[in-house]
């Protein structure tokens, strides 16, 4: 009988020849997709569906557009994955607007729109595509998947498409996304390139908004750029978006805002599509919403704002590189110039061989070697000897040596008479083909030159409409917690120890988001920051819960204490500016038995008067006094304070408020992101207490007060001045009025007390606009007009000229409207750059 076999004995026998099956299997699988399916080629920047369906779009070629479904059939004799995958990246190169000239409905890439059926749309290849990308004699091919064709290994692309176009693919453990830049930045750092001059590339996108490229890094892996869309302020309660990031659409978008109002952190209305030729996304906010801090919040917390985070990569030498923008330029600028340099090559080459052929004409017409075609000879080979022979004393005036194949050439034109206008026209063609050989000499000597003169060509054809559409600008950062709308409430159970949203039967807070950090402050002295939550164990006793204010260096703690080792108590001010969250802080000595005797929170540092009542039984003479908190410094959470009394404290009670003891808040305006800040960025606007205003000038006329809050958004490149407002100030106005071709001079005092709106306080009229403003005492103005010699400079003492009068006032005429005239304030005593004046 047979010995049965062990079945796990047989599977592990063939299992070392299994695993290296599917390890060749899968290596081959994953660099065929890699080679052939997702990443680009460095020479041409195209995967090779791209490439195969420029190929085929080339053969059809007569100048008429083609149905999409017919380039479709012709691309699939080179492609071998089906109409699908053609169809869509056909669509795909036609919506970037460079290589594929569409006609029809080919589908929206801002609203995500498809394109109509194959049968109902047409392409055909753009000047531009046909200038670049296609050259025969330079073309390097090979036989398509079945046999029967040939198609290019890659295209002679003299143009750096892959930065132009971009590309994005996911391979198998590898993946590609480059994005695309700007066509004239492209043609230009070439030119820089071959000059040997430093350039810089940013990506440009065709969706417009603006990006922040600091951490660009060239585009290479673990860089990233920041995309956001341009939102205006229609009025208050409206925002108008004025285009899409990168890769996403306005159903996205639209999604996205909604979905952000749903969770609470925005609040709107409603958000309405009005994009027609131009995005626009009309969103209506809720009453009583700050525009400026929903735009922040919209930023914030939807894809008004997203990253993206390129990873060039290309197939270079049959194997997946990643490299740099400016790596991909420089090959792809080197690799022109390698094109161009054998298009001049093989130009030369026929120019000489045409050279030879034609002075090989003219001797056998002017010598009257054709006559040897007329004599007898035994056969076709004599004759073609006695013409070679007949050539014998010319050979001196040829460059290269006379074939059979020349002679045979010459015998197969027609001879007919021959008059001497022929013989001229054969020396025309010669100096013409010589002159030809000389320029195509002088272009391979001077190739970069040469190289250079190309890219300009290129520019000047098909640079007009192609200007960069993102705007390059730095993003201010934007603290999530600061812009997010209250949408939850926050309880407290105060005896129990716990906060948090669900205790909604306990004792209100404060209106939060949940976003927020929640500080709560115990009666034995600890201090704890928690992150909002339904529920949350703090400790019994809690004496405060606020939102928490991460470096807030105003808001001060007072606080007396009694260490419970001692009996001694103690007073302290301080501030809580950073913390870890969830860590319980001690803010006595530390010991047990430790409890605060009284506890206030200061938003502006105020030091009250309290009175301390001590226990009757204990042996002080004083039994009450009064402690004033303004005597102690602010120090740090972790201090212990300073003696109030060895005796125990019956009772503290709150006697009397005390003043600030923190100097005014000081501001910075920072007209890059046009945004108030206590940072030291920017210009500095001086210390503010709780009641004072700003004053905003801007360039069309109109001046706004506001408040100081941080929140706030303005247009910095409109500002034409800003400062702390002192309604004693008289505001010094020069502005434009076009209809009279004159400058108007007015002086006013700020007479509305109207937060956030704006008044119109020159002249109305089509043009007229603010040319300078300053709110000094006794402002000189300088006014400089003409040019070269004629130049006349005056100074006008602004107090002489006009008096004061209200805000509406039109003014008095100062001088008259010229373009060369040029105005300035004049510089205060005992600074350097004063100009030199003329009266």
Known sequence: MAKS????????????????????????????????????????????????????????????????????????QYHPHGDASIGEALVNMGQKDLLIETQGNWGDVRTGDEAA????????LSKFALEVAFNAKTTEWQLS????????????????LLLAQGAEGIAVGLATKILPHNFCELCESAIKYLRNKRFDLYPDFQTGGMIDITNYNDGSRGGKIRVRVHIEELDKKTLLIKDVPYGVTTSQLIDSIIKANDQGKIKIKKVTDNTAAEVELQVDLAPGISPDITIDALYAFTDCEISISPNACVIADQKPQFLGAKDLLKASVDHTQELLKRELEIKLKELQDKWHYTSLEKIFFEEKIYKELEKKHETWDKVLDAIAKAFEPFRKQLKRDITREDIIKLTEK???????????????QIKALEAEIKQVKHDLNNLVDFTVAYYENLLKKYGKGRERKTEIKLFEAIQA???????????VN?????????????????????????IAFTKSGKMKVVKVADKTFIGKDILHVAVFQKNDERTTYNMIYVDGKSGISFAKRFNVTG?????????????????????????????EVVKIILSPNCSARIKEFDFYFETLEIKNRGSIGNQVTKYPIKNVKFKEAGKATLSGRKLWFDGQFGRLNTEEKGQFLGSFEGDDRLLVIYDDGNYELTDTELTQRFESEKIKLIEKFNPEKIVTAVYLDKEKLQYNIKRFKIETTTLHNKFFFIKEGEGNELREVTTDEEPILIVQSGRGQQVRRAKFKVVKVAEVMGWK???NKLVDYTKSIEMEWEKKKGDNNQPELFE
């Not at 059926?117 to 055909?124: D, F, H, K, L, T």
Request: glycine fraction near 8%; include cysteine.
């Open 5 to 76: 076999k062990n079945i796990g004995e047989d599977f592990h026998s063939n299992d070392s020849g299994v695993t290296g099956q599917y390890k060749n299997w899968f290596l081959d699988y994953a660099s065929y997709v890699i080679l052939e399916r997702a990443v680009p080629a460095i020479e041409d920047g195209l995967k090779p569906v791209q490439r195969r369906i420029l190929h085929a779009m080339k053969e059809m070629d007569d100048g008429r557009f083609n149905k999409v479904a017919n380039i479709i059939g012709q691309s699939m």
């Open 494 to 518: 105060r005896a129990e120890g716990f906060i948090g949203t669900g205790l909604k039967k306990d004792e209100f807070v404060a209106d939060c988001s949940d976003l927020d950090d929640i």
């Open 579 to 607: 913390i870890t969250r969830d860590k319980e802080y001690d803010l006595t000595k530390g010991e047990e038995k430790s409890k605060v005797h009284y506890f206030s929170v200061n938003p502006n540092g105020e030091a």
């Open 809 to 811: 006032a039109v003014g």
């Open 145 to 160: 998947y079945d046999g029967r064709k040939n198609e290019p290994v890659t295209l002679p692309m003299k143009f750096p």
């Open 414 to 428: 027609p001879v007919r008479r021959i008059y001497k206008l022929d013989i001229d026209e054969l020396n025309d």
């Open 481 to 491: 917690k600061q812009v997010a709308i209250a949408n939850t409430k926050l309880y």
């Open 117 to 124: 059926a194959s049968r109902y749309i047409e392409a055909r």
